[in-house]
């Protein structure tokens, strides 16, 4: 045997033998396992190899969880506000601004421990039992059990325990969907394959995890647990990282940049207080802890945290369940979707789609095993002839499918192809169950791989006798002599022309079957192999493919009207993904780069690669893993859509991980953030639509706090530095801070999408939420409402002479100039004064009613007028406040109006 490399963790590995390339007898001899194992050699190997199981992960503590949740520095600043608040005495805004906090953390804690499961979902996918042969007979023992040199059994329905080089296989057909993504399960034979075989054509072997389909089959155990096909991906799933959302880096970005500005200019303040004001120092002190309350969006984690939760209750609303809260936001920049073909751009249902007759050439319509739909002739007129009925007999016929349709459900009982035929036999006018009936089946030779066809005996009652047979269409035309015309009469066979047909067919992807008919003689009850080498009537050609969905085409041209790129990777054939992806409408179909092409390039050469092809076929997980990283090094934001356990890697990795919530593995839904509940491509241009209208409401959320935080901080800094009266005091700045401004604020994350929100390009990864027009926004309204404030504060000041009176004005001042400044926000680039503008939305109209009716509490109520300093105005003092606010609102609409006509105006 061969020498064993060490585990990292002292554990033997088992041997890194390409296995698909040998033979069963060689494969004996590397295992030294000539005949079955004893239950002492069993034991023995068991405790060289270990045990056939993925090893468990090291579970993260709950306290090491929420160490990482406090670790942001938007946590910090907000903790230090809080002390601040504490230590001025006000205790109950302390309280509010720590709920805050707590939320925040709390919400990711949880989020993160949905994310630990995903390793846990793989290993529930491993057989729990085996029938394995030892040297005292078969058993049925724990799949744990198993060791390199075990001989196993399989049958139709068993889940494969491990990694299987088969020795013996029967019409053995494997679903291997959750390691290679192909829609059909794949035949299995004893061959050998060359090294550089894909896994997908591996047809020698049987891996842990996939499920027999139908057939029987018995393999040696080549490799168990952490060293099989699911195992590699186990462990690759375990060290790939989750990025970071762009919106958190944006946030942490702003919160670092934020504080340290806060942190330096109170202290700049504090001494430029003491040279220039002449404060005693307890005062100036308590004016720039005030001015740090000030400077501080506490409100901000709240408003994000609320936006981006109504994004998932919509979210859920179009079939999609969203996982990591943050990941909404991320949507709205994806500029590439990496997309699964089958379930996902398809609807992993085979379907006939094209027929080929002597004379004709039809077209079929219709929806995979959906029985609506039409045989079509070249001129798009329903085909009929009794060549087109005998063809659809044979395919109801030579068939042990059934297709039942049940509420709305579509249940198969057999052979996806085999369902195909007989949907085909239904749009093309037969009765399948009449049919049956009336032509049932004598005799019948059932599908083998080395035969590569099926025949049947049928007779009609009356005394009339046929085989019907279908296979590989290079196997039926070596058994026919002639061909059925479209009168019905035959004909001599004319090979050229189909050969022809069959490589066009091919060439568009699709899995090509031929159809024959053999007279039988009256009394003939028993059919051999040998009696049908010859003399049979080819009656046509179907091809089959999994169609795309309808929905799934409109959607990718919704993306690509977006600026996103749309790429298909996918384990299937090079073929039938560039046949599947021009039908799409993909945009680059020419080239199909191939697993073993991807296997040739390193790193440099595939980011090179990526950006000008689409479609990337028979491709493994870490495949997928580089092509993601690729188009991450590219600054892309990537959205991977995957079902199976080869996708869980790449779903991890991805910017944004979509699962497939129907016929997705658990284990490629707890790797993701995202799961669509109709798996369904066109739920993820709706998703898309929907993150960018978070990002927009977010902006607006942004542009909204700032300004009233820069306005509250420029009139402290100015009353510091001129050695003026503080126009507001710190607590009442946190009761706008806190409640007026969080009230108005949550409003915008109702905001509906705007209308070209899907014509734009995406945004760049690291465009930041403060730039440009924001941020011109955000100087320019400060500065509005540091005037609002002084202006109130000295007009009370010169008619009433009282500074309890003065700023509860310049307060009430500021919240009304915050609610004309939200009708104004919510429509950035065109004008707010339309009646659109002025009624909103029903959220918009009654938070201001909340806040009209929490600042009369503010200034009417004895209890907040002793707590925060206020008292109550007179009603030319309300109506001060009322114009001041819709005194901002029009200087904004000039504002915008002139913006507007700079931009049309150009450079020139």
Same mark, same amino acid.
């Given at each position: 045997?061969?020498?064993?490399?060490?585990?990292?963790?002292?554990?033997?590995?088992?041997?890194?033998?390409?296995?698909?390339?040998?033979?069963?007898?060689?494969?004996?001899?590397?295992?030294?396992?000539?005949?079955?194992?004893?239950?002492?050699?069993?034991?023995?190997?068991?405790?060289?190899?270990?045990?056939?199981?993925?090893?468990?992960? &090291?579970?993260?503590?709950?306290?090491?969880?929420?160490?990482?949740?406090?670790?942001?520095?938007?946590?910090?600043?907000?903790?230090?506000?809080?002390?601040?608040?504490?230590?001025?005495?006000?205790?109950?805004?302390?309280?509010?601004?720590?709920?805050?906090?707590?939320?925040?953390?709390?919400?990711?804690?949880?989020?993160?421990?949905?994310?630990?499961?995903?390793?846990?979902?793989?290993?529930?996918?491993?057989?729990?039992?085996?029938?394995?042969?030892?040297?005292?007979?078969?058993?049925?023992?724990?799949?744990?059990?198993?060791?390199?040199?075990?001989?196993?059994?399989?049958?139709?329905?068993?889940?494969?325990?491990?990694?299987?080089?088969?020795?013996?296989?029967?019409?053995?057909?494997?679903?291997?969907?959750?390691?290679?993504?192909?829609?059909?399960?794949?035949?299995?034979?004893?061959?050998?394959?060359?090294?550089?075989?894909?896994?997908?054509?591996?047809?020698?072997?049987?891996?842990?995890?996939?499920?027999?389909?139908?057939?029987?089959?018995?393999?040696?155990?080549?490799?168990?647990?952490?060293?099989?096909?699911?195992?590699?991906?186990?462990?690759?799933?375990?060290?790939?990282?989750?990025?970071?959302?762009?919106?958190?880096?944006?946030?942490?970005?702003?919160?670092?940049?934020?504080?340290?500005?806060?942190?330096?200019?109170?202290?700049?303040?504090?001494?430029?207080?003491?040279?220039?004001?002449?404060?005693?120092?307890?005062?100036?002190? #308590?004016?720039?802890?005030?001015?740090?309350?000030?400077?501080?969006?506490?409100?901000?984690?709240?408003?994000?945290?609320?936006?981006?939760?109504?994004?998932?209750?919509?979210?859920?609303? &179009?079939?999609?369940?969203?996982?990591?809260?943050?990941?909404?936001?991320?949507?709205?920049?994806?500029?590439?979707?990496?997309?699964?073909?089958?379930?996902?751009?398809?609807?992993?249902?085979?379907?006939?789609?094209?027929?080929?007759?002597?004379?004709?050439?039809?077209?079929?319509?219709?929806?995979?095993?959906?029985?609506?739909?039409?045989?079509?002739?070249?001129?798009?007129?329903?085909?009929?002839?009794?060549?087109?009925?005998?063809?659809?007999?044979?395919?109801?016929?030579?068939?042990?499918?059934?297709?039942?349709?049940?509420?709305?459900?579509?249940?198969?009982?057999?052979?996806?192809?085999?369902?195909?035929?007989?949907?085909?036999?239904?749009?093309?006018?037969?009765?399948?169950?009449?049919?049956?009936?009336?032509?049932?089946?004598?005799?019948?030779?059932?599908?083998?791989?080395?035969? &590569?066809? #099926?025949?049947?005996?049928?007779?009609?009652?009356?005394?009339?006798?046929?085989?019907?047979?279908?296979?590989?269409?290079?196997?039926?035309?070596? #058994?026919?002599?002639?061909?059925?015309?479209?009168?019905?009469?035959?004909?001599?066979?004319?090979?050229?022309?189909?050969?022809?047909?069959?490589?066009?067919?091919?060439?568009?992807?699709?899995?090509?079957?031929?159809?024959?008919?053999?007279?039988?003689?009256?009394?003939?009850?028993?059919?051999?192999?040998?009696?049908?080498?010859?003399?049979?009537?080819?009656?046509?050609?179907?091809?089959?493919?999994?169609?795309?969905?309808?929905?799934?085409?409109?959607?990718?041209?919704?993306?690509?009207?977006?600026?996103?790129?749309?790429?298909?990777?996918?384990?299937?054939?090079?073929?039938?993904?560039?046949?599947?992806?021009?039908?799409?409408?993909?945009?680059?179909?020419?080239?199909?780069?191939?697993?073993?092409?991807?296997?040739?390039?390193?790193?440099?050469?595939?980011?090179?690669?990526?950006?000008?092809?689409?479609?990337?076929?028979?491709?493994?997980?870490?495949?997928?893993?580089?092509?993601?990283?690729?188009?991450?090094?590219?600054?892309?934001?990537?959205?991977?859509?995957?079902?199976?356990?080869?996708?869980?890697?790449?779903?991890?990795?991805?910017?944004?991980?979509?699962?497939?919530?129907?016929?997705?593995?658990?284990?490629?839904?707890?790797?993701?953030?995202?799961?669509?509940?109709?798996?369904?491509?066109?739920?993820?241009?709706?998703?898309?639509?929907?993150?960018?209208?978070?990002?927009?409401?977010?902006?607006?959320?942004?542009?909204?706090?700032?300004?009233?935080?820069?306005?509250?901080?420029?009139?402290?800094?100015?009353?510091?530095?001129?050695?003026?009266?503080?126009?507001?005091?710190?607590?009442?700045?946190?009761?706008?801070?806190?409640?007026?401004?969080?009230?108005?604020?949550?409003?915008?994350?109702?905001?509906?999408?705007?209308?070209?929100?899907?014509?734009?390009?995406?945004?760049?990864?690291?465009?930041?939420?403060?730039?440009?027009?924001?941020?011109?926004?955000?100087?320019?309204?400060?500065?509005?409402?540091?005037?609002?404030?002084?202006?109130?504060?000295?007009?009370?000041?010169?008619?009433?002479?009282?500074?309890?009176?003065?700023?509860?004005?310049?307060?009430?001042?500021?919240?009304?100039?915050?609610?004309?400044?939200?009708?104004?926000?919510?429509?950035?680039?065109?004008?707010?004064?339309?009646?659109?503008?002025?009624?909103?939305?029903?959220?918009?109209?009654?938070?201001?009613?909340?806040?009209?009716?929490?600042?009369?509490?503010?200034?009417?109520?004895?209890?907040?007028?002793?707590?925060?300093?206020?008292?109550?105005?007179?009603?030319?003092?309300?109506?001060?406040?009322?114009?001041?606010?819709?005194?901002?609102?029009?200087?904004?609409?000039?504002?915008?109006?002139?913006?507007?006509?700079?931009?049309?105006?150009?450079?020139?």
């Amino acid at each position: 045997m061969a020498e064993s490399e060490e585990r990292n963790n002292g554990e033997p590995h088992q041997q890194t033998t390409e296995w698909h390339v040998l033979g069963p007898v060689s494969v004996r001899e590397q295992l030294e396992a000539r005949a079955p194992l004893s239950a002492e050699e069993a034991q023995n190997r068991l405790t060289q190899y270990g045990p056939n199981a993925l090893p468990e992960a &090291r579970a993260k503590g709950p306290w090491a969880r929420l160490g990482r949740q406090l670790r942001n520095f938007l946590i910090y600043v907000l903790a230090m506000a809080a002390v601040i608040t504490a230590s001025l005495g006000h205790w109950v805004d302390a309280g509010v601004i720590m709920a805050v906090v707590v939320l925040q953390t709390l919400v990711g804690f949880i989020q993160e421990g949905k994310a630990e499961q995903a390793l846990s979902a793989i290993r529930h996918m491993l057989a729990p039992k085996a029938r394995v042969v030892r040297a005292d007979g078969q058993h049925q023992i724990d799949a744990a059990g198993l060791v390199p040199g075990d001989t196993v059994l399989l049958e139709p329905g068993d889940r494969v325990p491990a990694d299987l080089r088969l020795e013996k296989s029967h019409n053995l057909k494997i679903d291997e969907a959750i390691l290679t993504g192909e829609s059909e399960a794949v035949d299995k034979s004893t061959e050998a394959v060359t090294s550089d075989a894909a896994l997908g054509d591996q047809a020698g072997m049987a891996f842990s995890g996939t499920m027999v389909a139908t057939g029987t089959g018995r393999g040696i155990v080549v490799r168990t647990g952490a060293d099989t096909e699911i195992g590699r991906i186990s462990g690759l799933l375990a060290q790939t990282t989750t990025l970071k959302t762009p919106l958190l880096e944006q946030m942490d970005k702003f919160a670092r940049i934020l504080s340290i500005i806060v942190i330096v200019a109170g202290i700049a303040i504090f001494f430029g207080g003491l040279w220039f004001s002449g404060l005693p120092f307890r005062e100036l002190f #308590m004016a720039v802890v005030g001015l740090t309350v000030a400077a501080i969006p506490e409100g901000l984690p709240a408003i994000l945290t609320i936006t981006l939760a109504i994004g998932v209750r919509q979210m859920a609303r &179009r079939k999609a369940v969203v996982r990591r809260m943050p990941v909404i936001e991320t949507l709205g920049a994806v500029s590439v979707i990496c997309s699964d073909k089958t379930g996902t751009l398809t609807r992993n249902e085979m379907m006939v789609t094209r027929a080929v007759l002597s004379g004709a050439r039809l077209e079929v319509t219709g929806e995979g095993y959906d029985f609506d739909g039409a045989v079509n002739g070249d001129s798009g007129q329903l085909a009929e002839s009794p060549q087109l009925g005998e063809l659809a007999r044979a395919a109801a016929l030579c068939n042990d499918a059934h297709v039942h349709h049940d509420s709305g459900r579509v249940r198969i009982n057999g052979d996806p192809m085999e369902a195909a035929l007989s949907v085909f036999a239904r749009k093309a006018g037969f009765d399948v169950e009449s049919g049956a009936t009336h032509w049932p089946r004598k005799d019948e030779i059932p599908f083998d791989t080395q035969n &590569r066809f #099926m025949a049947t005996l049928n007779h009609d009652h009356h005394g009339h006798s046929v085989i019907y047979l279908k296979g590989a269409p290079e196997r039926i035309l070596e #058994m026919c002599a002639s061909e059925v015309a479209e009168s019905g009469e035959t004909t001599a066979l004319n090979r050229a022309f189909w050969d022809q047909v069959i490589t066009e067919m091919a060439s568009e992807g699709l899995r090509v079957l031929a159809l024959a008919r053999k007279p039988a003689e009256q009394g003939f009850t028993e059919l051999a192999i040998e009696d049908l080498e010859e003399g049979a009537e080819l009656l046509g050609l179907v091809g089959l493919l999994d169609p795309p969905r309808q929905e799934a085409i409109r959607a990718i041209a919704d993306c690509h009207d977006a600026g996103i790129r749309v790429k298909m990777i996918t384990g299937d054939h090079g073929v039938t993904a560039g046949a599947i992806a021009r039908k799409l409408g993909l945009k680059n179909t020419k080239r199909v780069l191939t697993g073993k092409e991807l296997d040739h390039l390193d790193d440099d050469q595939l980011r090179d690669l990526v950006g000008d092809v689409d479609v990337f076929a028979r491709t493994s997980p870490e495949h997928k893993l580089r092509l993601v990283k690729a188009l991450q090094a590219l600054h892309g934001v990537v959205a991977m859509t995957g079902d199976g356990v080869n996708d869980a890697p790449a779903l991890k990795r991805a910017d944004v991980g979509i699962a497939m919530g129907v016929k997705g593995s658990e284990a490629a839904r707890e790797a993701s953030s995202v799961v669509l509940l109709d798996d369904n491509f066109a739920s993820i241009a709706a998703a898309v639509r929907e993150g960018r209208t978070v990002y927009t409401n977010l902006k607006k959320g942004i542009a909204f706090m700032l300004p009233i935080n820069g306005g509250e901080s420029i009139s402290l800094i100015t009353a510091l530095l001129l050695g003026l009266t503080l126009p507001i005091s710190a607590l009442q700045i946190l009761w706008v801070n806190m409640v007026s401004s969080v009230v108005l604020a949550m409003t915008l994350a109702f905001e509906p999408a705007e209308p070209d929100v899907m014509k734009h390009p995406p945004r760049a990864r690291d465009e930041s939420l403060l730039r440009g027009f924001v941020v011109w926004r955000v100087a320019f309204v400060s500065l509005l409402f540091l005037v609002g404030i002084f202006a109130a504060w000295y007009w009370a000041m010169h008619h009433y002479g009282s500074e309890t009176t003065a700023r509860t004005l310049a307060v009430n001042t500021l919240v009304a100039m915050e609610m004309f400044y939200l009708f104004a926000v919510r429509y950035l680039d065109s004008a707010s004064i339309t009646l659109r503008g002025v009624l909103g939305t029903p959220i918009v109209l009654l938070a201001v009613a909340a806040v009209i009716a929490l600042q009369l509490l503010f200034t009417y109520l004895p209890w907040f007028n002793r707590t925060f300093g206020s008292e109550a105005l007179s009603l030319d003092m309300l109506a001060f406040a009322a114009g001041s606010g819709v005194a901002l609102l029009v200087i904004l609409e000039l504002e915008t109006a002139l913006r507007k006509r700079l931009l049309r105006a150009g450079p020139g």
